[in-house]
C-alpha cells in the first residue's frame, strides 16, 4: 500500500481510465478524504465523500493514480458517516 505521507493536499485523483474522481483534502486513516467541492452531485454534493488509500497505485507530483477505473472508484467512495454513496 502506498505511504499516506506522499498524498499531497488538493492533489488531483485519477482512475486508470484517465477520468478523474476528485481532489484530496486529506488523509484520515486508511481513506482519502475529498473535498466538499469535488465530491459528488445531485444528492451527494456538497459533503465529503471518501476513497479507500487500497485503490491508490501511486503519486506522480500532484496526481494521485488510482489502480482502479475512475467509475468504480466511485462506486467505493464513502459518505461523511461511513456509509457508501448511493
Known sequence: ?????????HAQ???A???PVGNVDRVEGERIKLTKKSSG????????HYVPLALVAYVEGDTVRLSSNGSV??????EES????H
Do not use: K, L, R, Y
Open 17 to 19: 481510465d484517465g477520468i
Open 41 to 48: 452531485e445531485g444528492s451527494h454534493e456538497g459533503h465529503h
Open 1 to 9: 500500500m502506498i505511504d499516506a505521507n506522499q498524498i499531497p493536499h
Open 73 to 78: 472508484a466511485v462506486s467505493f467512495e464513502e
Open 13 to 15: 485523483i485519477i482512475g
Open 82 to 85: 461511513g456509509e457508501p454513496a
